[in-house]
C-alpha cells in the first residue's frame, strides 16, 4: 500500500501490530457463520493493526486516515463487517472497553467492551 510509510509516521507512538499471524486473527471475525458471506472476506488481511488506547491516539489516526480502516469491537460479529477487504488498517479497539457511565436502563460504554466487560461492569450497579 503506498501510502502505508506515511501512515505508519503519522500515528508513531499508537501501539500497532504488523506480523502475520496477527495480522490475520484481527483481519477476521465470525463471517464464516453466513452461508452468503463465507467466501467473500476469506483471504483478506490488513496490512497494519492499531489500538488506540485513548481518545486523542484515536483522533489521531482518524486525522492520518489516508488508507481503508476496518473498525474492530471485540470481533464477535459475524457478517464480515471488520475485514479489511482492501487491506489498510484494522482499527481494533479492544483497549477502549471502558463503561463510562451508567443508568438503569442507560449506559455509555467504549467500542471495545466485551458482553462479559460489560455484564461485569453492571454487577456493582445492582443490574
Not at 479492544?94 to 457511565?101: E, G
Request: charged residues 25%; proline residues 6%; contains cysteine.
Amino acid at each position: 500500500m503506498d501510502n502505508l510509510a506515511e501512515f505508519r509516521a503519522k500515528v508513531e507512538g499508537t501501539p500497532l501490530i504488523d506480523n502475520a499471524p496477527t495480522l490475520r486473527m484481527k483481519s477476521r471475525n465470525f463471517f464464516w457463520f453466513s452461508p452468503i458471506l463465507r467466501k467473500e472476506p476469506e483471504g483478506h488481511m490488513a496490512d497494519l493493526v492499531l489500538q488506540p488506547r485513548d481518545k486523542q491516539e484515536l483522533l489521531r489516526v482518524a486525522a492520518a486516515a489516508r488508507v481503508p480502516i476496518a473498525l474492530c469491537g471485540g470481533s464477535t460479529g459475524n457478517y464480515g463487517q471488520a475485514v479489511p477487504l482492501a487491506g489498510g488498517v484494522v482499527l481494533d479497539m479492544t483497549r477502549r472497553n471502558r463503561l463510562v457511565r451508567a443508568a438503569p436502563g442507560a449506559a455509555r460504554i467504549e467500542a471495545g467492551a466485551t458482553l462479559l466487560e460489560i455484564d461485569r461492569s453492571f454487577k456493582s450497579t445492582g443490574w
